[in-house]
């Protein structure tokens, strides 16, 4: 009996520890699986430029994702965020996040979608855009959980071209011909002063996007002598003169763009 209880109570031992074993070993497998996926979500993240937000909205209290911290220049920090110390680098211009929370507790708006600018570490202004959807916690506490993008790249994009748009526009109205074109569907792109004035046309109707009939269709035609008129065609090119009955003359080059419309001079 002795010899079997020993027996027993080895092989209950000696199973024990297999499955202590066995489960530490699959405990750091699942450790290591984990760490791989986080650190590929990392990853992903810093390469798209953008973080993921976990906002308390009741103790006002932030998590960052470590991404949030390369985006700002900053170092990676586990710590929590305080609400004053995010609306310290906060634009004061952009977002209050106070009176942000306080209308998401109020009104109970199921997602959040705003733009602002927040101070890089090394002191410019970094342009980012939240989408975060409210999410109430076991407690019954409400967080903005979500994520955020580094749109600082397409916002000087967009101020460049409107810029450029603006030096464009500004250009064309400054010469001294008639300047109209139109795209391949036969809508109007961009007409300058001088076009507008020789067909007196109202501003409603010179807009981008007018259909070429209806420009027509409102514009007034100046008169044209029959007897004036002269064409020239060169590879898709026409150029014509027109005599108008109060003897001036016009010289109208008319020219195909690589999208198909065409640019009328």
Same mark, same amino acid.
């Given at each position: 009996?002795?010899a079997?209880?020993?027996?027993?109570t080895?092989?209950?031992?000696?199973?024990?520890?297999?499955?202590?074993?066995?489960?530490?070993?699959?405990?750091?497998e699942?450790?290591?699986?984990?760490?791989?996926?986080?650190?590929?979500?990392?990853?992903?993240?810093?390469?798209?430029?953008?973080?993921?937000?976990?906002?308390?909205?009741?103790?006002? *209290? /932030?998590?960052?994702?470590? +991404?949030? %911290?390369?985006? $700002?220049?900053?170092? !990676?920090? @586990?710590?929590l965020?305080?609400?004053?110390?995010?609306?310290?680098?906060?634009?004061p211009?952009?977002?209050?996040?106070y009176?942000?929370?306080?209308?998401?507790?109020?009104?109970?708006?199921?997602?959040?979608?705003?733009?602002?600018?927040?101070?890089?570490?090394g002191?410019?202004w970094?342009?980012?855009?939240?989408?975060?959807?409210?999410v109430?916690?076991?407690?019954?506490?409400?967080?903005?959980i979500?994520?955020?993008?580094?749109v600082?790249?397409?916002?000087?994009?967009?101020?460049?071209?409107?810029?450029?748009?603006?030096?464009?526009?500004d250009?064309?109205?400054?010469?001294?011909?008639?300047?109209?074109?139109w795209?391949?569907?036969? *809508? /109007?792109?961009?007409?300058? +002063?001088? %076009?507008?004035? $020789?067909?007196?046309? !109202?501003? @409603?109707?010179?807009?981008?996007?007018?259909?070429?009939?209806?420009?027509?269709?409102?514009?007034?035609?100046?008169?044209?002598?029959s007897?004036?008129?002269?064409?020239?065609?060169?590879?898709?090119?026409?150029?014509y003169?027109?005599?108008?009955?109060?003897?001036?003359?016009?010289?109208?080059?008319?020219?195909?763009?690589?999208?198909g419309?065409?640019?009328?001079?």
């Open positions: 009996m002795t079997v209880l020993f027996v027993g080895s092989l209950i031992l000696i199973a024990v520890v297999y499955a202590f074993f066995a489960q530490m070993s699959r405990a750091r699942a450790d290591r699986i984990y760490n791989a996926t986080q650190a590929r979500v990392d990853t992903a993240l810093r390469r798209g430029r953008c973080g993921l937000w976990d906002w308390d909205l009741a103790r006002g *209290r /932030l998590f960052w994702s470590p +991404s949030m %911290y390369v985006i $700002l220049g900053m170092e !990676p920090n @586990s710590d965020m305080g609400f004053n110390d995010l609306q310290g680098m906060i634009h211009d952009d977002v209050d996040l009176e942000l929370a306080k209308e998401v507790l109020e009104t109970g708006q199921p997602s959040v979608d705003l733009e602002f600018r927040i101070r890089h570490a002191g410019e970094v342009w980012l855009r939240m989408r975060a959807e409210v109430r916690d076991r407690d019954g506490s409400h967080h903005l979500g994520i955020t993008v580094d600082t790249e397409q916002k000087t994009l967009a101020q460049e071209n409107a810029t450029a748009a603006i030096r464009l526009r250009g064309i109205d400054t010469i001294s011909e008639a300047f109209v074109i795209d391949s569907e036969n *809508r /109007l792109v961009m007409c300058n +002063s001088k %076009y507008q004035s $020789l067909h007196q046309l !109202p501003d @409603s109707v010179a807009r981008p996007g007018t259909p070429y009939a209806e420009v027509m269709a409102a514009a007034r035609q100046p008169k044209v002598s007897e004036g008129l002269r064409y020239s065609m060169t590879g898709g090119e026409r150029s003169e027109a005599r108008l009955d109060d003897g001036r003359w016009l010289q109208i080059n008319e020219r195909r763009t690589k999208d419309g065409f640019v009328s001079v």
